[in-house]
């Protein structure tokens, strides 16, 4: 047994007050969880504090919380590591790591309801519910079940192991900024969807995900869904299937994600670091054509991204403005440029797949065949540049 204090930050709406900090005292073995050192609180202290939590075994994914800011289950969190990771926390913010304590909150990014209990119908099932979960398939159902290929699922096999706990959605900075994003969870459902066989309704699915503002192009690629996701379902990496997907299908979003996207690998295969100007006018009037005869959607952009402009002058994020100049931007010294280019060769050469159950490049394909498990043709560059000539 050991002693532990946890500081729980509470809400009582029927007091009247606002949010609270409290600090309890628990004793209970390191390998137990979070969760555990909650309940113990909850029943030796004070009956009611408000936490949700069922199965106590990762599965149900009811007890989502934040625990020393991070995003998780508390019953997947062993209280001992907890205390490790506040007191390392302590001692990296120049504390001192003896009176550090694991600090619990409730979820972010959606309203509290009691204590730790966040309402998880307002955001989570609402944007769930967005991307229609269900399967939409063409013509008449089958006397019996739909029968596919089981390799022909192992691809949605990562977005099924969500147990819909919500942690993606607490951690997701891109939210916070834009609470209308549809958002990790609900666009890792969507690709369980757009990545099944025995769906008829892909294009048109990724249609309404791309051209929705607030849809795939709104994801900043924070990678904390990632870090945060319990079941290791990486909502980041299936956002980034979803838009590979409607880049195939030639999809023109609102937002220029598409073209945003090129532009950038473009650039930092040519460079190796960012040239924002260039990033700018190439995402919104690619190559030359659009250059000499620009749409009307790419000069409104362009016109309406100066306020931005003007303000990474004045924050010192564009530290010389001589920056700003298309194509001013210097490459790498030396022979680094070629390094860059060595690693853009062998990313276009190879297949490399970022779900959990297919693995390899592209020299292990008979392998994978013999195993009757034929990895996925990944869509590169070289392939849309063909595509489109
Ligand atoms: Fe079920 Fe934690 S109690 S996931």
């Known amino acids: 047994m050991a002693d532990y204090t946890i500081k729980v930050r509470r809400f009582q709406p029927e007091s009247g007050e606002g949010p609270y900090w409290e600090e309890f005292d628990v004793d209970l073995e390191p390998s137990l969880s979070v969760l555990d050192a909650l309940l113990q609180a909850k029943d030796r202290e004070d009956g009611s504090l408000a936490v949700r939590c069922s199965c106590r075994a990762a599965i149900c994914g009811s007890c989502g919380m934040k625990i020393n800011g991070q995003s998780g289950l508390g019953c997947k969190t062993q209280i001992g590591e907890a205390q490790e990771l506040a007191e390392k926390q302590a001692s990296a913010t120049g504390g001192d790591a003896k009176d550090a304590t694991v600090v619990i909150e409730p979820m972010g990014n959606m309203p509290v309801i009691k204590d730790l209990v966040t309402d998880m119908e307002s955001t989570h099932w609402t944007k769930i519910r967005r991307v229609t979960p269900w399967l939409l398939p063409h013509g008449d159902p089958p006397e019996r079940e739909y029968v596919v290929e089981p390799e022909s699922m192992i691809d949605i096999t990562q977005s099924m192991a969500c147990i819909q706990c919500g942690a993606c959605v607490s951690s997701c900075l891109s939210m916070e900024a834009d609470p209308g994003f549809i958002g990790p969870a609900a666009l890792a459902k969507a690709y369980r969807f757009v990545g099944d066989p025995r769906d008829a309704e892909t294009v048109e699915r990724l249609h309404d995900l791309a051209e929705d503002p607030h849809g795939i192009y ?4 924070c990678f904390s869904c990632i870090d945060a996701c319990p079941k290791g379902v990486a909502p980041m990496d299936q956002i980034m ?7 195939e299908a030639g ?6 994600g598409h073209a945003h996207e090129r532009a950038f690998v473009k650039i930092i295969e040519k460079k190796g670091t960012l040239d924002e100007g260039l990033l700018l006018q190439e995402s919104f009037a690619p190559g030359i054509k659009s250059k000499l005869k620009p749409s009307k959607r790419a000069i409104k952009e362009l016109l309406g991204s100066i306020p931005t402009v003007l303000r990474a002058i004045r924050t010192g994020k564009a530290r010389s403005p001589v920056k700003l100049i298309p ?14 280019k060595a690693i853009y060769e062998h990313a276009e050469a190879h297949r490399e797949e970022f779900n959990l159950y297919i693995k390899g490049e592209e020299g292990d ?9 034929e990895p996925p043709r990944t869509h590169t560059l070289a392939d849309e540049e063909a595509q489109n000539g």
Do not use: F, M, W, Y
């Open 365 to 373: 394909e008979e392998a994978a065949i013999e195993e009757r498990l």
């Open 241 to 247: 299937r979803l838009r590979r997907k409607a880049g």
């Open 251 to 256: 999809i023109e979003d609102p937002n220029s």
């Open 218 to 221: 709104d994801c900043t690629h």
């Open 327 to 340: 194509g001013a931007h210097p490459k790498l010294p030396d022979g680094a440029q070629d390094e860059v």
